[in-house]
């Protein structure tokens, strides 16, 4: 990572310099909400982010959702996102916005006074094999994955947690599903809602192709994933078939066609769904709309140049708002 890699409320900081206490409200009590995002090199060689108002927008939308104070505005944030993300030196990596309480609070609920801090990390894939122990490399997916369906853990429903909040409690429940999918030999797990339908996996949405018409779970127990609006506004674009429709297990084991998005992807061909191996995979869909997408995140289709944001294109060292 580079030096200036961390934004943190308002100032660049060496990575080593970002700190905040063990006993703090966030680590303690898991109260920390992000987003991420990003940032990819076009083929004209220029960086670029990747939607970053709409990943702003849910970022301060998550926060509201369970209370943080942020004192800074979407503008605000969007300015200081491209000046660390320009100043990282880097054109293929991941942005993460982060919202937390730094300091120790006794309470469940942090003091009134205690106001949230903001930190912008730029994260390249080199960044995220560091975690792994030593001589053992960073897990890498295939091209097409093996997916479970939980059989223990449902999706938190709306009485516990606001699905639309990316907060780091509510992934307790996913990790506790996807380490015991990888256990029993698969990439990844997908979690049903409390009605035992098809909710979403620990950090990306689920889509089935059935019949030529692409199925996605509706909004109501699921987050509104930017990828996921990407996905359907682009097979809109292409003419194919869209839908937002509850899924049964047995539905998507039966597909023609299965595939996660999220961020990281963006579009990730599954080619089993508990051990029932699908038909191609990618399918032919698949492979369009992940096509589609690395174009639309490359600033390579002219429908959706609004989705990207060139680095260097707002002031630098915005105050907050």
């Given at each position: ?6 934004w943190?409320d308002?100032?660049l900081?060496p990575?080593?310099?970002a ?9 303690q ?9 990003a940032?990819r ?5 220029r960086a670029r982010?990747f ?9 301060l ?7 943080l ?13 491209l000046d660390?993300?320009l ?9 993460r ?6 300091t120790?609070?006794?309470d469940?609920?942090p003091r009134?006074?205690a106001?949230?801090s903001?930190a912008?990390?730029i994260?390249t894939?080199?960044d995220v ?6 001589g053992?490399?960073?897990?890498k ?10 059989a ?13 909040a990316?907060?780091?409690a ?18 990844e ?5 409390r ?10 949405n689920?889509?089935?192709?059935r ?18 609006d990407?996905?359907?506004a682009l097979?809109?674009a292409?003419?194919?078939p ?5 899924l049964t ?6 597909a023609d066609e299965?595939f ?10 599954v080619?089993?769904?508990d051990?029932?191996a ?7 869909l ?6 589609g997408?690395?174009a639309?995140?490359r ?7 609004a989705w990207?944001?060139?680095?260097g294109?707002t002031?630098l060292n915005?105050?907050?708002?």
């Open positions: 990572m580079s030096p200036a890699d961390i943190m308002g100032a900081l990575w080593g310099e700190h905040t206490s063990v006993l703090s409200h966030a680590i009590r898991g109260a920390l909400v992000f987003d991420v995002g940032l090199e076009g083929q004209d060689g982010l939607r970053p108002r709409e990943h702003i927008e849910r970022f939308r998550s926060a509201s959702l369970i209370g104070d942020v004192r800074w505005g979407v503008e605000a944030l969007l300015a200081a996102t660390t993300a100043r990282s030196g880097v054109s293929h990596a991941l942005v916005w982060s919202a937390f309480v730094p120790p609070e006794a469940v609920v009134p006074s106001r949230a903001v912008i990390a994260i894939p080199g094999s560091t975690t792994a122990a030593p053992e490399d960073a897990r997916l295939p091209e097409a994955i093996r997916l479970a369906i939980s223990h853990v449902r999706k938190a429903g709306p009485e516990v947690f606001p699905p639309q990316k907060v780091g509510s992934y307790l429940g996913p990790m506790l599903a996807k380490r015991e999918a990888l256990a029993a030999g698969h990439h797990v997908v979690l049903l809602d009605e035992g339908r098809i909710a979403e996996a620990p950090t990306a689920v889509f089935a192709v019949g030529g018409q692409l199925v996605t779970p509706p909004l109501d127990r699921v987050l509104s994933g930017i990828t996921r990407s996905v359907l097979a809109r292409e003419g194919i869209a839908r937002e429709s509850h297990p047995e539905e998507l084991v039966t299965v996660l998005t999220a961020t990281s992807y963006p579009v990730q061909a080619a089993a769904v051990g029932r699908l038909g191609a995979a990618p399918g032919p698949t492979a369009r709309l992940r096509a997408m690395l639309c995140e600033g390579q289709d002219p429908r959706f140049h990207v944001t060139e680095l294109a002031a915005p105050r907050g708002s």
